[in-house]
């Protein structure tokens, strides 16, 4: 079956240090691949999608790059800031029968200080 | 516009005690779907929605866990005879469409605490 998996953290960092936030996938079909994002006290939030191999996908400074010979999609910004520090959870839909249905990584938290 | 909103956003209940959670989607969103966050799962997908028909059940736990949708909108999840291990934050996720490249909506989720 599909699957994801991220980078375990917690991760920390300070403030304009690069990110970069691991996430490979097994998967049966062609999938769209996705990042989002849980702030503290928030629902999650969609923050980037690619739909097929080699598109990026990117939003306020992050970037991912959907590499189907590596299955990988990594997450990316180059400075990071404070108002970043959140749970971040790789996922896939894909094709198929069930392209509905969205499967997760088990999310990477990232604190990023002053 | 809005997006999709849950309710309670806590509830705690006493094991053995039915609870129902609700979700309203974004209007004119066809799809909908439930899932789960736990410590020790991550997040777990439990039924999608497609209009009222739920043509997938097939993440639901148990048979105390039932849920409906009614109007094409507002879905409730309910948990019968509720136990420890059903605690977790429910989240509802609805899109505009179900497929592939979509994207779906969350909400804030409700977070559920079986004692």
């Known amino acids: 079956g599909d699957s994801v998996t991220q980078m375990e953290g917690p991760v920390t960092l300070s403030e304009e240090a690069c990110l970069t936030i691991?996430?490979?996938?097994?998967?049966?079909?062609?999938?769209?691949l996705f990042w989002y994002v849980q702030y503290p006290g928030e629902g999650l939030q969609l923050l980037l999608k690619?739909?097929?191999?080699?598109d990026k996908g990117s939003n306020k400074g992050f970037e991912a790059t959907y590499r189907k010979e590596t299955t990988s999609f990594h997450l990316e910004k180059g400075s990071v800031q404070v108002s970043d520090s959140a749970v971040y959870f790789c996922a896939l839909s894909d094709s198929g029968g069930s392209n509905y249905k969205l499967t997760f990584g088990k999310g990477t938290l990232l604190t990023v200080n002053p | 516009g809005a997006g999709v909103s849950q309710s309670p956003s806590n509830k705690v209940t006493e094991k053995g005690k039915d609870v129902e959670l609700r979700c309203d989607p974004i209007?004119?969103?066809?799809?909908l779907y439930w899932y789960r966050q736990s410590l020790g799962q991550g997040l777990e997908f439990l039924i999608y929605?497609?209009?009222?028909?739920?043509?997938?059940k097939s993440g639901l736990p148990s048979d105390r866990f039932s849920a409906e949708r009614t109007g094409g909108s507002v879905s409730t999840l309910t948990i019968q005879r509720t136990q420890q291990e059903d605690s977790a934050v429910y989240l509802c996720a609805s899109s505009l469409l179900a497929g592939v490249q979509e994207t779906q909506y969350f909400g804030p989720g409700t977070r559920l605490l079986v004692l």
């Open positions: 209007s004119g969103h066809t799809a």
């Open positions: 929605f497609q209009g009222n028909s739920a043509p997938d």
């Open positions: 690619a739909t097929k191999a080699d």
């Open positions: 691991n996430c490979t996938y097994t998967a049966t079909g062609y999938p769209s």
